[in-house]
């Protein structure tokens, strides 16, 4: 059986937002990667300068001995004791990490810009090989046929809208391309594997994954301007959206 067959009984949240904490602990144990280094771009890091990088997948991390972790958030307090403050776009993901020394074999990189983060992994420097790559992805698409993602823009800023962000269906074939698999998901974060960490058995296909997420609890604000999407790839197959719906129909059967 795949390690990576059902990873929902690992979730358990410390500082996470929906359990990410025990699935990063279960998934580092078993992937084993050469360099304990975590990076996480885009970070809710707390009122002030606490400790804080609260409801962020990394900061379980920063507490564990041996581990180096880089947290990072454009609008941090210049003077924070554990957040720097960098603005990451696609044109310069590859300098900031060389700016603090990133290994190119780090065990965890985590995207949470709210709004471009499949810009930021699609422009990742090929040297950057994070065993484990954890992704927000916009929830309010119903299955993975659906490859959307906003324009790039490089001054893009989340206005509250449900236009932003990419679908899964969108990080899945990224993903591919990038030699990275689906493990698992959230209701809002993606879990993907660099293919020479996955082992020998697959996970589940991407749309049994997709259908054991707890669903999308927040009410999508529709875009009043109804700005365009980018598609990547979007696609009708009926007998995957068969499988998916079936899927998902067994899930909530449990």
Request: charged fraction near 25%.
């Amino acid at each position: 059986m795949s390690r990576f067959a059902d990873l929902r009984p690992h979730e358990r949240k410390v500082y996470s937002q929906h359990g990410e904490d025990g699935v990063i602990e279960h998934l580092l144990s078993v992937l084993t990667p050469a360099a304990p280094f975590a990076v996480e771009i885009g970070v809710w890091w707390g009122p002030g300068l606490t400790p804080g990088a609260q409801e962020c997948n990394t900061r379980a991390l920063r507490e564990r001995p041996g581990w180096t972790v880089l947290q990072i958030d454009g609008a941090a307090d210049a003077d924070h004791p554990f957040v720097r403050r960098e603005f990451v776009t696609a044109e310069n993901v590859g300098s900031v990490l060389a700016k603090y020394a990133v290994p190119a074999d780090l065990a965890l990189l985590s995207l949470d810009v709210d709004g471009v983060d499949y810009w930021i992994w699609n422009a990742l420097p090929e040297t950057y090989r994070p065993a484990l790559v954890i992704i927000e992805y916009n929830g309010m698409f119903s299955d993975l046929d659906v490859a959307k993602v906003v324009p790039y823009d490089p001054e893009f800023r989340w206005d509250g809208t449900s236009w932003t962000g990419a679908s899964l269906g969108a990080l899945v074939r990224l993903g591919r391309r990038r030699r990275y698999v689906l493990v698992h998901c959230t209701e809002s974060n993606a879990f993907f594997v660099a293919g020479e960490h996955a082992g020998p058995e697959p996970p589940p296909p991407p749309q049994e994954i997709y259908a054991r997420r707890w669903g999308y609890s927040a009410e999508p604000v529709a875009d009043p301007l109804m700005r365009p999407w980018v598609d990547c790839g979007s696609e009708f197959n009926l007998w995957r959206k068969v499988r998916y719906l079936w899927a998902h129909y067994r899930e909530r059967l449990r």
